[in-house]
Every structure is written in structure tokens, then in C-alpha cells.
């Protein structure tokens, strides 16, 4: 696992078997883009898949809080994609 601090809160990224960051599966995403549209986004929570989703114009994110601890300021993120593929 992968971390990034961004303005008080530490995201947190899973690398694949291989090593590599999940988050860069798709061609053009990075770490910086999914904390981007956690930060400019609209967040809602998905009862059915227990996350929230953060969609901006161009881009959304899966992501939870770790330890289910809001106040921790622990994000991780599931996934990052362009709203094009979705």
C-alpha cells in the first residue's frame, strides 16, 4: 500500500500483485487525480456496495474510510476513472 498526504488527510492507494498502484490500471490516472476529485467532487454513499462514490464533471472515485474511522482522516481508494468509461 501506497500513501499520500493531501491537506490533512492521508490517502491511502493498493498496489496489485505486481506491484503497481491499482489506481493506475487506467491509462492516465494517478494518485494526484483521485485526490483531486475527492476534494472538488460531489460524495454520496452506496448502502449497496458500503463506500462512497465522488463524481466531479470528468473524473470519479471509489473510496471508504479506513479503520470506518471518519475522524481519522484515513482514505482509501478503490478505484479512480474517467466518467467516460463508467
Do not use: K
Not at 456496495?49 to 471518519?70: C, P
Amino acid at each position: 500500500m501506497e500513501r499520500r498526504a493531501a491537506n490533512g488527510y492521508t490517502f491511502h492507494f493498493v498496489c496489485d500483485d505486481d506491484g503497481n498502484l491499482h489506481v493506475n490500471y487506467r491509462p492516465g490516472i494517478t494518485p494526484e487525480i483521485a485526490i483531486d476529485t475527492f476534494f472538488e467532487g460531489v460524495h454520496v454513499w452506496n448502502p449497496e456496495n458500503q463506500r462512497y462514490q465522488t463524481y466531479t464533471e470528468t473524473y470519479g472515485v471509489y473510496w471508504a474510510w479506513l479503520y470506518d474511522d471518519a475522524a481519522a482522516s484515513n482514505v482509501l481508494v478503490i478505484s479512480c476513472f474517467p466518467l467516460e468509461d463508467e
